[in-house]
C-alpha cells in the first residue's frame, strides 16, 4: 500500500520540485500546475514527471475563489484512485512542507480510515459565508480577489435579495458546512466523493456557481452521510497562521513561527515564501535529515 499527495501548485517551482522529492520517496505525488502560471513551464512540468512516482499535469486556469481548483482536485483525485494500491491521500498546496519524515506519515496515515477535516456547522456559518452559496456568483473564472470583480459581485448579490433570489443549499443539500479545501481522507472515502460528483450533476452545478465553492466542497458531501461524518476528525493536519495574514489566505511563515510549528502536532505546515522562509526550511529540513 502507498500513500498519495495530491498538490495544486502555481509558482516557486525549486520549492515544488522539492517537495514533490521528499514525499515520492515512498508515495505517489500527483501535482496540478496552474494553466496560466508563467512561473512554471511546461518543461517545468515536465521534470517533475521525470521523478519517479511523481505524475503532473496542467489542465485547469485556476483563479481565487473559482471552481476551477475543485475540478483540478476531483482530476487528481481520479488520478490517485487509479492506482490500485493508494491507500490514503492528502490534499496540499505547492507552499506546503512536511513536519514528518516519509516514513513517519507513511506509519501514522496509511491504514487510517479517518478523514481530518476541518468544518463549521450550517448554525456557525454567519452570513457573510452564507450568501456565498445562496446567491448566483457570475464571476466564477474570474478573479474576485480584484478589488472591482469584488465590489461588482456584491452589487449583483444585492440585486439578487432584491428579486428575491436565495438559494436554499447546494444540489440535494439544505445543510451546508464549510472548511478549508486541505483535506486527509482514506481512498474510501476518496472514491465516494468521486462518484457522487459523478451522479449528481446537479450539487456540480450548483457548486459551481458559488463564491469559494472549494470551502463547501468536501465539508458538505461528507458531513451529510451518516456513514462519513463518523470518521470526520474536526482537525486540520496543516499548521497555518491566519491572525498575521490578509484575512482570505495565511501568513508566510518565518523562524520566528519554528516553535509554534514543531508544538502544533501537525503533519504539514503551510505557507512557505523562497526567501523569507528560507531559515525555517532549512530548520525543518535539518529536523527531518534532508540535505540542502
Same mark, same amino acid.
Given at each position: 500500500?502507498?500513500?498519495?499527495?495530491?498538490?495544486? #501548485?502555481?509558482?516557486?517551482?525549486?520549492?515544488?520540485?522539492?517537495?514533490?522529492?521528499?514525499?515520492?520517496?515512498? =508515495?505517489?505525488?500527483?501535482?496540478?500546475?496552474?494553466?496560466?502560471?508563467?512561473?512554471?513551464?511546461?518543461?517545468?512540468?515536465?521534470?517533475?514527471?521525470?521523478?519517479?512516482?511523481?505524475?503532473?499535469?496542467?489542465?485547469?486556469?485556476?483563479?481565487?475563489?473559482?471552481? #476551477?481548483?475543485?475540478?483540478?482536485?476531483? @482530476?487528481?483525485?481520479?488520478?490517485?484512485?487509479? @492506482?490500485?494500491?493508494?491507500?490514503?491521500?492528502?490534499?496540499?498546496?505547492?507552499?506546503?512542507?512536511?513536519?514528518?519524515?516519509?516514513?513517519?506519515?507513511?506509519?501514522?496515515?496509511?491504514?487510517?480510515?479517518?478523514?481530518?477535516?476541518?468544518?463549521?456547522?450550517?448554525?456557525?456559518?454567519?452570513?457573510?459565508?452564507?450568501?456565498?452559496?445562496?446567491?448566483?456568483?457570475?464571476?466564477?473564472?474570474?478573479?474576485?480577489?480584484?478589488?472591482?470583480?469584488?465590489?461588482?459581485?456584491?452589487?449583483?448579490?444585492?440585486?439578487?435579495?432584491?428579486?428575491?433570489?436565495?438559494?436554499?443549499?447546494?444540489?440535494?443539500?439544505?445543510?451546508?458546512?464549510?472548511?478549508?479545501?486541505?483535506?486527509?481522507?482514506?481512498?474510501? #472515502?476518496?472514491?465516494?466523493?468521486?462518484?457522487?460528483? =459523478?451522479?449528481?450533476?446537479?450539487?456540480?452545478?450548483?457548486?459551481?456557481?458559488?463564491?469559494?465553492?472549494?470551502?463547501?466542497?468536501?465539508?458538505?458531501?461528507?458531513?451529510?452521510?451518516?456513514?462519513?461524518?463518523?470518521?470526520?476528525?474536526?482537525?486540520?493536519?496543516?499548521?497555518?497562521?491566519?491572525?498575521?495574514?490578509?484575512?482570505?489566505?495565511?501568513?508566510?511563515?518565518?523562524?520566528?513561527?519554528?516553535?509554534?510549528?514543531?508544538?502544533?502536532?501537525?503533519?504539514?505546515?503551510?505557507?512557505?515564501?523562497?526567501?523569507?522562509?528560507?531559515?525555517?526550511?532549512?530548520?525543518?529540513?535539518?529536523?527531518?535529515?534532508?540535505?540542502?
Amino acid at each position: 500500500m502507498k500513500q498519495a499527495y495530491l498538490i495544486t #501548485a502555481y509558482k516557486n517551482f525549486d520549492e515544488l520540485y522539492e517537495l514533490a522529492e521528499i514525499l515520492s520517496k515512498t =508515495a505517489y505525488v500527483f501535482i496540478h500546475v496552474d494553466e496560466k502560471s508563467r512561473e512554471i513551464t511546461d518543461a517545468d512540468v515536465e521534470k517533475l514527471n521525470q521523478l519517479p512516482g511523481c505524475e503532473a499535469i496542467r489542465e485547469y486556469r485556476i483563479v481565487w475563489g473559482g471552481f #476551477a481548483h475543485v475540478q483540478a482536485i476531483v @482530476k487528481l483525485m481520479a488520478m490517485a484512485l487509479s @492506482k490500485e494500491d493508494v491507500s490514503y491521500m492528502h490534499l496540499l498546496t505547492g507552499e506546503d512542507f512536511p513536519l514528518l519524515t516519509p516514513e513517519q506519515l507513511d506509519e501514522k496515515f496509511l491504514t487510517s480510515d479517518q478523514i481530518f477535516m476541518d468544518y463549521l456547522t450550517p448554525e456557525q456559518l454567519p452570513e457573510t459565508v452564507t450568501k456565498r452559496y445562496q446567491y448566483y456568483n457570475w464571476f466564477t473564472d474570474q478573479n474576485v480577489k480584484n478589488k472591482i470583480l469584488w465590489q461588482l459581485q456584491n452589487m449583483t448579490v444585492k440585486v439578487q435579495k432584491k428579486a428575491g433570489i436565495c438559494r436554499k443549499g447546494i444540489g440535494p443539500f439544505t445543510k451546508i458546512y464549510k472548511g478549508l479545501v486541505y483535506v486527509s481522507m482514506p481512498r474510501e #472515502a476518496a472514491a465516494y466523493v468521486v462518484s457522487f460528483v =459523478a451522479k449528481h450533476g446537479e450539487f456540480w452545478d450548483d457548486l459551481a456557481v458559488c463564491q469559494v465553492p472549494e470551502e463547501f466542497f468536501f465539508q458538505t458531501i461528507f458531513m451529510n452521510d451518516k456513514n462519513w461524518r463518523e470518521h470526520v476528525v474536526n482537525k486540520q493536519l496543516r499548521y497555518m497562521d491566519w491572525t498575521k495574514g490578509d484575512g482570505s489566505s495565511p501568513a508566510y511563515l518565518t523562524l520566528e513561527d519554528y516553535d509554534k510549528v514543531k508544538a502544533s502536532g501537525c503533519a504539514f505546515a503551510r505557507k512557505f515564501h523562497p526567501k523569507q522562509s528560507e531559515i525555517l526550511r532549512d530548520r525543518l529540513r535539518e529536523d527531518l535529515g534532508i540535505e540542502s
